[in-house]
């Protein structure tokens, strides 16, 4: 196991809670009289062959956006990428906020006020707390923006392809380490969650320095990780399942999901990368199978 146990089932709780937080939110948005806010609705599907054109929309959106983030890390244009992940993280909240708080007179314009602060705090004051607080409600609001474009095929589609390219960046390019390397010791800020912990022996090794009272002593600590990648697409795929199939058979994508994501905590070995998405995909087609024999 890669992480202590303890640790891997925080993990595995706080991706768990965030699914669930992603459905409700989804399911706000998916009635006929719901408008996702801030001119984030995306445009109707009046036909079965545009989620063909949306699928390819995304797909080459997704392409350009990591090319550009690819460009800003590699030119370190830090000030671009923060003012960017600042947008988004805002928008993210504000509509996943506004879910909640719906039936309260301009609830679209608090939502945004509620969620300034803790965008503030994410970014700038590196508080950890707010960082994964808000992590909760991040993910669910940017699935709102995609579900309704995408169907069952596309989205399987979808995961295939992710799942694929999940394996290229970490196990042939390491280009997913880069980038996660850079967000955490230039950007001070990381898309997902983050867990810092400490070993027995590195515990020892504070002991020992307040007793001993030397100061300027650095110790390293162990970090927990797992990537807004892995969090928002099981979102996504719930949601789509719930607005086509129903319910039940998004619980199991949910299910599925998080046995996929807890077999590679499980089997992983300490000090080496892992593409989760593979893992993730492969428990929820196992979960949407399991659902259309059942139900």
């Known amino acids: 196991m890669k992480h202590k146990p303890k640790i891997t089932l925080i993990l595995l709780a706080m991706f768990l809670m965030t699914q669930f937080i992603g459905l409700y939110v989804v399911n706000f948005y998916s009635g006929d009289e719901k408008e996702i806010p801030y001119g984030m609705n995306p445009p109707p599907v009046e036909e079965e062959s545009d989620y063909s054109t949306f699928f390819v929309s ?31 993280i805002l928008l993210a909240l504000g509509i996943s906020f506004n ?41 669910p609001g940017i699935a ?25 960046a970490v196990w042939k390019s390491g280009i997913m380490q880069k980038m996660a390397k850079y967000q955490m010791d230039n950007l001070k800020v990381f898309s997902g969650f983050f867990m ?13 320095i307040k007793q001993t009272k030397k100061k300027g002593k650095k110790i390293k600590v162990n970090v927990a990780l797992l990537g807004g990648g892995d969090i928002i697409f099981p979102i996504i795929t ?22 996929g994501l807890a077999a590679l905590f499980i089997f992983s070995e300490k000090k080496k990368f892992y593409p989760a998405m593979p893992f993730i995909t492969t428990g929820i087609f196992m979960g949407v199978i399991l659902s259309w024999l059942l139900f």
């Not at 006020?113 to 503030?120: D, E, S």
């Not at 022996?201 to 002991?207: A, E, G, P, R």
């Open 58 to 88: 995304i797909i080459i959106a997704f392409i350009f956006a990591i090319l550009i983030l690819f460009f800003l890390t590699k030119f370190d244009l830090s000030m671009i990428i923060r003012i960017w992940f600042f947008i988004v």
């Open 238 to 259: 719930a949601g789509v399942f719930l607005v086509k199939w129903g319910f039940i058979h998004s619980l199991f994508v949910i299910g599925g999901a998080t046995i």
């Open 144 to 168: 709102a923006v995609f579900v309704p474009i995408l169907n069952i095929p596309t989205i399987i589609i979808l995961l295939v392809l992710i799942s694929i390219y999940d394996m290229w």
């Open 99 to 139: 879910s909640f708080i719906s039936s309260i007179k301009y609830a679209s314009i608090i939502s945004i006020l509620i969620a300034l602060p803790f965008v503030y705090l994410k970014m700038f004051k590196g508080n950890f707390v707010v960082h994964n607080l808000t992590e909760f409600f991040i993910y």
């Open 196 to 208: 810092p912990y400490l070993s027995k022996k590195q515990k020892q090794k504070i002991k020992k």
